[in-house]
């Protein structure tokens, strides 16, 4: 079954520092992934979407690359704010049933951007 | 201002009982989904639609119910059958059915 995989510990960084998040997939072959930050009590905000066609994409000081042999994509935030703290899930089209539209998410990862 | 608004944000119920969770958007789109997110979990799909008049079952459809008469709304009722219901609820529309998708603020369900 499909299945995503994102790091459960939260990452504590230090303020300037750059935060790089994974998330590896199998039994999948997505044509693009998705992130998006969620802050407590919220619903989740879309950040990127990197297609299978592209190696990376950058949007301010956020950083994705995706990487089709691997099954895995990095997320980085360089310079990193405590406003950056927050949790961040990747999310890949498929489900266990056909694939239109549906997003599968992973559990998150959160990011502690300590001053 | 466009988005997407879902009510109530804290909702109790107790233990037998049916409850309805609205979702309203006003970007037009036209597909619009449900998830519950558990804690620690990752959003899990419940329903979703792609048009109006018409919904499929998500991953974990058992014990909820959507309807969809018209394109800005897209109501989920949790019913008396959906055994585990206590969880954060939170509804999205895409305007097709690739891209990103726009969250409302959630809805936190707890069974008493």
């Known amino acids: 079954s499909q299945k995503i995989e994102q790091n459960s510990e939260a990452l504590n960084i230090q303020e300037g520092k750059t935060a790089t998040l994974t998330c590896n997939y199998t039994?999948?072959?997505?044509?693009?992934l998705q992130w998006y930050r969620q802050d407590p009590g919220r619903g989740p905000v879309f950040l990127l979407l990197?297609?299978?066609?592209?190696k990376e994409k950058r949007k301010e000081r956020l950083k994705v690359t995706f990487d089709t042999t691997l099954k895995q994509s990095l997320f980085h935030i360089t310079a990193s704010q405590p406003a950056d703290s927050a949790t961040y899930l990747c999310?890949?089209?498929?489900?266990?049933?056909?694939?239109?539209?549906?997003?599968?998410f992973g559990a998150g990862t959160q990011v502690v951007v300590t001053p | 201002d466009g988005g997407i608004t879902q009510s109530p944000k804290y909702l109790f119920r107790k233990e037998g009982q049916n409850v309805t969770l609205s979702c309203e958007q006003n970007?037009?789109?036209?597909?619009m989904y449900w998830y519950r997110q558990d804690p620690g979990q990752g959003l899990r799909l419940i329903y979703y639609?792609?048009?109006?008049?018409?919904?499929q079952k998500g991953d974990i459809a058992e014990g909820y119910s959507v309807s969809r008469e018209k394109k800005e709304s897209f109501p989920l009722t949790v019913t008396s059958a959906q055994k585990n219901p206590t969880a954060f609820y939170l509804c999205?529309?895409?305007?097709?059915?690739?891209?990103?998708?726009?969250f409302g603020p959630g809805t936190r369900l707890t069974v008493l």
């Open positions: 999205a529309s895409s305007i097709t059915g690739q891209g990103e998708q726009f």
């Open positions: 039994n999948y072959s997505p044509a693009y």
């Open positions: 990197i297609r299978e066609n592209e």
């Open positions: 999310a890949l089209p498929g489900g266990t049933t056909d694939s239109w539209g549906k997003l599968q």
């Open positions: 970007l037009n789109h036209d597909a």
């Open positions: 639609s792609q048009i109006v008049n018409d919904f």
